[in-house]
């Protein structure tokens, strides 16, 4: 009896990279909700030990991404864990029946994107699954206003002024790690950026890009499938065309970033919430809060998402009866911006 003879069409894999906050979420969950008749599946990877955006995923789960498709990992960075969590996901994903036809993965907004890439020439999976495209976002108001160093006009003009200067910080190097592998860049929350900051933005990506990138500015991840989806890149045959800060290494490090969890118990006034993680983040550099709020006397859960100083709440689901009633936030920043004590007693209060 003849064997069946294996399919020779790869799974096309959109990566989404992006800093802490820019969306990627949000994308992901309108590209779930308008897949279009495609099969998705989606792996998304934490920093931090709080799984948000899996349970975000999963919670707008349709049958054409049911929520045993949504797979996290929350070990470390994907980029990290290649041999332990990446493949044998990946493996896992592809013996689905049905197969997926299409697999989106979120990465950490610190992972770097070129070490992503260089795992999809391992043999397990190599003939299996291509790179379709490295979709990068940018929260515009951010980029515009320079948020990704300390004043990037003061370190320009010292670079120039004497070039053996290290002028780049961990935050610019992210960044412009992940513009250099980009097939697409996405500048979100274009409606609190404005047309000027939109200007800015793209200003400042053309600036860091080593190449000529397509920049599509949206508002809440709102995006016509087609046009981020089926690129056709090929990614992992182009890598020596996207260059990385970190080229040369064996691997790299996120000792430059840190994350720590506050469990509050039950708030009693959500504005107030809002408030004090505005003034930790203004006082203490912190760079994202994110995570569930159980507020008294409410039936819901509170979802916080904060960038920086700017705080975003929303009621997402009721509490379920297997679940403690309880305020869990992660809290990121750079390494020697954490401390402990410090936040907890900021959003104590």
């Known amino acids: 009896m003849t064997e069946p003879q294996p399919t020779l069409a790869k799974i096309p894999v959109t990566i989404v990279t992006g800093f802490l906050g820019a969306g990627k979420t949000t994308l992901i969950s309108h590209l779930i909700r308008n897949a279009g008749g495609r099969r998705l599946a989606v792996i998304v990877n934490e920093f931090g030990t709080l799984g948000i955006d899996g349970d975000i995923l999963k919670g707008c789960a349709i049958p054409d991404c049911p929520a045993e498709n949504v797979v ?9 864990t290649v041999a332990d969590d990446f493949i044998p996901t990946v493996e896992t994903l592809l013996a689905l029946d049905p197969r997926p036809d299409h ?28 790179v379709d495209g490295v979709i990068a976002l940018a929260d515009a108001e951010a980029v515009a206003a320079g948020r990704f160093a300390p004043d990037l006009a003061a370190i320009e003009a010292q670079r120039r002024a004497d070039p053996s200067v290290d002028h780049e910080t961990p935050l610019a190097e992210v960044f412009e790690d992940q513009l250099a592998c980009a097939d697409l860049v996405l500048l979100t929350k274009a409606d609190l950026a404005g047309e000027a900051g939109v200007a800015a933005a793209r200003a400042v990506i053309a600036a860091e890009s080593t190449r000529a990138l397509p920049v599509i500015a ?12 089926g690129l056709n890149a090929a990614a992992e045959d182009d890598i020596a065309a996207r260059p990385s800060h970190h ?18 118990g039950e708030i009693a006034d959500p504005a107030a919430l809002a408030a004090r993680i505005e003034t930790l983040a203004r006082d203490a550099d912190i760079l994202r809060v994110k995570g569930y709020a159980a507020v008294t006397g409410k039936p819901m859960r509170l979802l916080v998402q904060a960038v920086g100083a700017r705080v975003r709440t929303q009621y997402d689901r009721p509490w ?11 809290v990121i920043a750079e390494h020697d911006r954490i401390d402990p004590a410090r936040i907890r007693a900021a959003l104590q209060g």
């Open 72 to 80: 996290e990992l929350a070990n470390g960075c994907i980029c990290c």
């Open 247 to 264: 080229d040369g290494a064996d691997d790299h490090e996120h000792d430059d970033f840190d994350s720590m969890i506050v469990e509050l």
């Open 218 to 229: 949206l508002t809440d991840g709102v995006i016509d499938p087609r046009v981020v989806l």
């Open 320 to 330: 379920r009866a297997d679940e403690a009633r309880q305020t869990r936030l992660v």
């Open 103 to 130: 697999i989106l993965i979120e990465t950490s907004g610190l992972a770097l994107p070129k070490p992503l890439l260089k795992a999809f020439d391992w043999p397990a999976i190599r003939s299996k699954i291509t």
